[in-house]
């Protein structure tokens, strides 16, 4: 069985998506279910979870919706509006809906890289244990100390870190800062991680499984097989990779494992992390 845990859908509008930039013009398309079937079938991916990909009610309502008609789509990491003074009532609204599996807040876009440790976010944080809702983080490499910090705060909250934190990755170095914060992170047991959204970090029009293969040894050795899933980040990997070859680069990379600690990361570690309700082999 094989589950990506992190892929986003739209209906592309310049106004909608405006991080969408020029010079990501594979992006400026619609990928919708249509789209999300012909990878399926492609790379033979069993289920998938969608993420948010713009701070919009609107898109978390429409993820849902399609989760409702759309078998492949297991489960939604939507965005609420965490730090509002109406979070109770869009939580009553949203928190039982059946697709509804996490949430995620765009924290790397944030001037201030202390702003995941705000007050009234973390208030709204805070109560989304009681929904059974995951916390997705998505942050850039430099936002990891602080990140440290909230995840302290919320012991009993589970949490996704997405895109290994997004290193900074060129073929001359290694990021030994991000691999000294994440490795921190790491230690806390309410977190998992997502080898997702890699390649996009790499500099350069080029990349390699060379150089990405250190950046999996740290991530497999501080999250260990029992908390680090695989996720394809698409369609935003198709600026520099396929689905298909990513996958497969991921599964290389994977391969001399056992075959039930690969089943973890493929598979069975996302099923558990967002509760999706698959039946495991």
Not at 135 to 159: C, G, R, T, W
Not at 218 to 246: I, N, Y
């Amino acid at each position: 069985m094989l589950i990506d845990s992190h892929h986003h859908l739209w209906k592309y509008s310049p106004d909608q998506y405006g991080w969408i930039s020029d010079q990501m013009l594979p992006l400026k398309a619609d990928f919708l279910v249509p789209e999300l079937q012909e990878i399926a079938a492609e790379s033979s991916i069993d289920g998938f979870v969608s993420v948010q990909a713009r701070q919009s009610l609107q898109e978390t309502d429409d993820l849902l919706a399609m989760a409702e008609t759309a078998p492949l789509i297991a489960g939604v990491v939507g965005w609420i509006p965490l730090a509002a003074p109406e979070i109770d009532q869009t939580l009553e609204r949203l928190g039982e809906q059946k697709f509804l599996k996490g949430v995620r807040h765009v924290v790397q876009d944030e001037a201030d890289d202390r702003f995941i440790l705000g007050k009234d976010f973390n208030r709204g944080v805070s109560q989304l244990a009681a929904y059974n809702l995951v916390y997705d983080v998505l942050i850039f490499a430099k936002q990891l100390p602080a990140s440290i910090e909230f995840v302290d705060q919320h012991p009993n909250l589970k949490m996704v870190l997405d895109h290994i934190a997004k290193p900074t990755i060129t073929a001359e170095s290694f990021d030994s800062s991000w691999e000294t914060d994440f490795r921190e992170l790491a230690k806390r047991k309410n977190i998992s991680c997502k080898f997702s959204g890699v390649v996009t970090e790499v500099r350069g029009e080029t990349w390699s499984v060379d150089q990405i293969q250190r950046y999996w040894d740290v991530a497999l050795e501080a999250f260990t097989p029992d908390r680090l899933m695989f996720g394809s980040d698409w369609p935003v990997c198709l600026l520099k990779t396929g689905h298909t070859q990513w996958l497969e680069t991921v599964q290389q990379l994977a391969s001399e494992l056992t075959v039930t600690e690969q089943n973890k990361i493929f598979s069975t570690n996302a099923i558990r992390d967002y509760n999706l309700d698959i039946e495991v082999d």
